[in-house]
């Protein structure tokens, strides 16, 4: 399952995958983070 968080322009700022079988998570965090954004993506996973 992937999920991605989009900023206030629309543009993708993070990607979360997770893998239920090998229970691991891999994110991919893209372009400068703001302190709202970092928050977002923390409490998305």
Do not use: C, H, P
Request: charged share 20%; net charge positive.
């Amino acid at each position: 399952m992937t999920q991605e968080l989009k900023n206030a322009f629309g543009k993708v700022f993070i990607t979360i995958t997770v893998d239920q079988k090998n229970r691991w998570i891999a994110t991919n965090w893209l372009g400068y983070q703001t302190e709202e954004s970092i928050k977002a993506g923390a409490g998305a996973y």
